[in-house]
């Protein structure tokens, strides 16, 4: 028997909001998506006035203001894994990539516009340290600069060296040594501490790995060139 145009109206209904629920329901068991941004229709009858489905970039948290940029850093994990940089969603160094390296990995980032300018691995345990002296001291003004280590980032490392990530707000550098752990974002002519930093000391009491701390991961959201 045909269905009545009311009771196929009904049936349109019904599928529409069931169609509704599964998608609800499969974007819920999706990971990663960020729920809170998600307006959920009120249940029958209702439209839904607005689906809007942000992610932040880089997948941070929550999003960063306007004027700030977002940055995800992550150092290696022992000599394993490499480290890896996220900036305004744009990953600059990661081992997919295939562009990190054992030692430092550097990034250098205009502070205004957010674009890359540079990127280098540098080899703290067997390579030659003035070049990364070099780099840092040509380093442009008003330039992001953003670091990550990656299994022994002290071996080679000098006062000459540590004394310019001082400059570039750096809390740790002086102190950094044979497989540390570190991630920092600094700045050309920052004129205090950067409050983007994490150290940690390979210590044999407390390491993660056999000979290596913990990976360290840092995320934030860092003010367009305000300094
Ligand atoms: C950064 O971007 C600004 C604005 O486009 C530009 O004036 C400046 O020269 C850039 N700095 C570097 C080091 O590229």
């Given amino acids: 028997?045909?269905?009545?145009?009311?009771?196929?109206?009904?049936?349109?209904?019904?599928?529409?909001?069931?169609?509704?629920?599964?998608?609800?329901?499969?974007?819920?068991?999706?990971?990663?998506?960020?729920?809170?941004?998600?307006?959920?229709?009120?249940?029958?009858g209702s439209v839904p006035k607005e689906i809007r489905v942000v992610k932040t970039k880089c997948g941070l948290n929550k999003p960063c203001p306007d004027n700030f940029f977002a940055f995800k850093l992550?150092?290696?994990?022992?000599?394993?894994?490499?480290?890896?940089?996220?900036?305004?969603?744009?990953?600059?160094?990661?081992?997919?990539?295939n562009n990190v390296g054992r030692?430092?990995?550097?990034?250098?980032?205009?502070?205004?516009?957010?674009?890359?300018?540079?990127?280098?691995s540098f080899d703290m345990y067997s390579g030659d340290p003035t070049l990364l002296e070099k780099f840092l001291k040509e380093i442009p003004d008003s330039t992001l600069v953003l670091v990550a280590s990656y299994d022994d980032p002290?071996?080679?490392?000098?006062?000459?060296i540590r004394k310019?990530?001082?400059?570039?707000?750096?809390s740790h550098a002086k102190q950094l040594g044979f497989r540390d752990s570190w991630v920092f974002l600094g700045a050309k002519d920052l004129k205090s501490k950067s409050p983007?930093?994490?150290?940690?000391?390979?210590?044999?009491?407390?390491?993660?790995?056999?000979?290596?701390?913990?990976?360290?991961?840092?995320?934030?959201?860092?003010p367009r060139k305000v300094f």
């Fill in 74 to 97: 992550s150092s290696g994990a022992a000599n394993v894994v490499g480290p890896s940089m996220c900036f305004e969603n744009h990953v600059i160094m990661s081992p997919v990539k």
């Fill in 196 to 222: 983007f930093e994490q150290f940690l000391k390979n210590d044999p009491n407390s390491n993660k790995y056999e000979g290596w701390p913990e990976l360290l991961e840092m995320e934030g959201c860092v």
């Fill in 103 to 120: 030692g430092l990995n550097i990034a250098l980032v205009n502070g205004t516009t957010g674009t890359v300018l540079r990127q280098n």
């Fill in 164 to 170: 310019l990530f001082t400059n570039l707000g750096s």
């Fill in 1 to 44: 028997m045909a269905a009545s145009p009311r009771s196929a109206g009904l049936l349109r209904l019904v599928a529409f909001v069931f169609a509704l629920v599964t998608t609800w329901i499969f974007i819920r068991s999706f990971d990663g998506f960020n729920m809170k941004t998600i307006r959920l229709p009120r249940w029958l």
């Fill in 154 to 160: 002290g071996t080679k490392m000098t006062d000459d």
